[in-house]
């Protein structure tokens, strides 16, 4: 059975601001942030960016600053997506519970573990998710019959390229119907490709491994991003990617405090 999906959808969501801006091409901007704050949430929400990813994967959010956190992202009608710390059904039902308007999942190294990930984020008849809480329809501005309805089609189910076995399989876990994004994460995947990070950029394994992973998300028509580390590498990688991720709210804190105490003790 060929699934609904997000590239497909005829669902018209005017709060789902990431996938609209997919959808539309107009190459929107995401960002991280691990710190457990409601009031930064809202704070990076109103800085033009398009989606915030919750990283509950290396961050410090705990499941209730999560929930807050996804609600006053959305409220502000800004895409909650959150990263969870590995493909588990509990995970990604508890996450999705939360209204995000999808789920990152780290190091899929198959299209099994890819599969596995679809299946416990879509509803019957594609999948497995049960239903049960009042929560997603208000981060979606939708009564939860109309979430119920639209959900399998909606909501962005990403997967992480990180690892040498991912790397190895990815034309097979792009092929998987249901993944809609694929995110490259270079500092892993330069560790290990090459066995230390961050990369230079230029080593031709590491450049190969970015180029066959885009391919195949191309060959399969799936959207494609990667984390950047900076504005003018952004604007870069925007050449190519379909979106990025500009850097995290705790690289921002520390780099503006490096750069202005390097001012003050000048």
Same mark, same amino acid.
């Given at each position: ?12 969501? +005017?709060?789902?601001? /990431?996938?609209? &801006? *997919? ?11 691990? !710190? ?97 809480? +009042?929560?997603?329809? /208000?981060?979606? &501005? *939708? ?11 909606? !909501? ?111």
């Amino acid at each position: 059975m060929t699934q609904a999906n997000a590239f497909t959808t005829t669902f018209q969501n +005017p709060k789902l601001r /990431l996938l609209n &801006g *997919l959808k539309a091409g107009s190459k929107p901007v995401m960002t991280f942030m691990g !710190l457990s704050s409601v009031r930064t949430a809202q704070i990076v929400a109103q800085t033009g960016v398009d989606s915030i990813i919750l990283d509950c994967e290396h961050g410090n959010i705990s499941d209730d600053s999560m929930h807050n956190m996804v609600a006053a992202i959305a409220a502000l009608d800004i895409s909650p997506i959150v990263r969870i710390r590995a493909p588990l059904p509990d995970l990604i039902k508890r996450t999705l519970d939360t209204g995000a308007h999808g789920i990152m999942v780290p190091q899929i190294n198959t299209a099994a573990e890819a599969e596995l990930v679809v299946k416990y984020s879509k509803f019957p008849p594609y999948g497995l998710r049960g239903q049960g809480s +009042p929560f997603p329809g /208000l981060a979606h &501005g *939708l009564t939860i019959p109309q979430y119920m309805k639209s959900a399998n089609e909606t !909501l962005l189910t990403c997967i992480q390229i990180e690892t040498k076995e991912g790397l190895e399989n990815v034309d097979a876990i792009c092929a998987v119907d249901g993944v809609d994004i694929v995110f490259i994460g270079p500092n892993d995947l330069a560790q290990s490709l090459l066995g230390y990070v961050p990369a230079k950029g230029d080593e031709p394994e590491f450049v190969g491994a970015l180029d066959k992973i885009v391919a195949a998300a191309r060959k399969n028509g799936k959207w494609v991003s990667r984390l950047s580390n900076s504005g003018k590498l952004a604007k870069e990688h925007l050449n190519i990617y379909d979106t990025v991720a500009l850097g995290a709210d705790m690289k921002a804190i520390t780099m503006w405090f490096q750069n202005e105490l390097q001012d003050v003790k000048a």
